[in-house]
């Protein structure tokens, strides 16, 4: 009998509640013994996937941000920029550091020149990209001030 034969008549066999032999009863052994090590390994795999999402959501919950306006205050002693979106009352306030990356670029153009902090002031527009705080603050990896804008 093949091994396919074996294991549909142990089935059979469980099914009809048939008494078995002892070569039978170790084969149906054997079966439960290979269903539970088989059923490990799938909750093992299970559970890898759903810690790797659960990784995975952890890590989004850094949200990466960007913030576009002109800038209200420059306060330097608290490394901080007040930003107001254009065409709004709604202001942003922009962490920064000395990590904080500094450019100036032209409207449309692909050329970026770094620059000092003190070179952006009240009422430039900027484009900040950096990461927000549970506070609502964006901590600013990038501060990006425009030269000149077509509206």
Wanted: proline share 1%; net charge positive.
């Amino acid at each position: 009998m093949s091994g396919l034969g074996r294991i549909a008549f142990v089935l059979i066999a469980i099914v009809c509640q048939h008494d078995l032999s002892r070569e039978r009863k170790k084969i149906h052994i054997a079966l439960k013994l290979l269903t539970m090590l088989f059923m490990g390994v799938l909750t093992l795999l299970l559970s890898t996937v759903l810690f790797a999402q659960e990784a995975t959501a952890q890590n989004k919950a850094v949200k990466q941000g960007r913030c576009e306006g002109v800038v209200v205050r420059n306060s330097e002693h608290a490394s901080t920029l007040t930003v107001r979106k254009v065409g709004s009352m709604d202001e942003k306030t922009v962490r920064y550091g000395s990590s904080t990356r500094w450019v100036s670029q032209e409207h449309g153009s692909k050329e970026v020149k770094d620059i000092a902090a003190s070179q952006v002031k009240d009422g430039d527009r900027v484009i900040c990209m950096g990461i927000w705080n549970k506070d609502g603050t964006l901590h600013a990896t990038l501060i990006s001030k425009r030269l000149s804008h077509s509206p």
